[in-house]
């Protein structure tokens, strides 16, 4: 089982320009405003308030890098987990939204260190059409080097038949919830396969 060890914020950026280099392998959070992107995050890297959660939807505006370590017997991996701004529901002038897009939309594209995207769905909404376009855009973009991975969220409040309603939908969807930790060795497994090779 991979085990947690430091894990520390790095810096915030508004854009790619102003994002370091840290000369390690990127993993990338994007999802809907909402959809847990920092509890997942402070599970995965097990501390409590390493990404800060906003109670209000579309806060979040800048890119934060976190370093996490992980231990899997006698390896050790260290990278850097990329926190992107919610889409969806922020509330935002249009002039700051169109600003905040093209920043992320050339941050996504050109980051040469990111291997692994992680596109975060809520469970009870799976279908929605903005995830769709997103999912096909992250296709779209994905480089041979690069993963993508699909991170089903809040999967604590599905029974068994909404959980089946999900696989038929998307056979390679993987269940998290920060609640109960439910999925969370596994999503740490497959982010170190998607990073480092495996998938």
């Known amino acids: ?35 847990g992107k920092s509890s997942l995050i402070n599970s995965l890297a097990n501390h409590k308030n ?52 093209k920043a992320l939309d050339e941050f996504v594209r050109n980051r040469s260190t990111i291997r692994l995207f992680i596109h975060l769905k809520d469970s009870r909404h799976f279908d929605l059409d903005i995830d769709l376009e997103v999912g096909n855009y992250l296709k779209d973009i994905k480089k ?14 599905l029974n068994q038949s909404e959980r089946f309603k999900v696989l038929k939908f998307d056979p390679s969807a993987v269940f998290v919830s920060s609640l109960n930790q439910k999925g969370i060795d596994k999503a740490r497994e497959l982010i170190i396969k998607g990073t480092f090779g495996g998938i």
Do not use: C
Request: aromatic share 12%; no cysteine; hydrophobic share 35%.
């Open 1 to 35: 089982m991979i085990k947690t060890g430091a894990a520390n914020f790095i810096t915030s950026s508004p854009n790619l320009s102003l994002s370091p280099n840290f000369g390690l392998s990127e993993v990338v959070f994007i999802g809907r405003s909402n959809v």
């Open 50 to 101: 390493l990404a800060k959660s906003s109670q209000t939807p579309g806060k979040t505006k800048l890119i934060n890098f976190f370093e996490i370590n992980f231990i899997d017997e006698s390896e050790r991996y260290k990278l850097v987990f990329v926190d992107l701004p919610g889409f969806g529901y922020a509330k935002v002038g249009k002039s700051t939204h169109e600003i905040w897009s």
């Open 144 to 157: 041979p080097d690069q993963t993508i991975l699909n991170f089903y969220t809040k999967s604590d409040k």
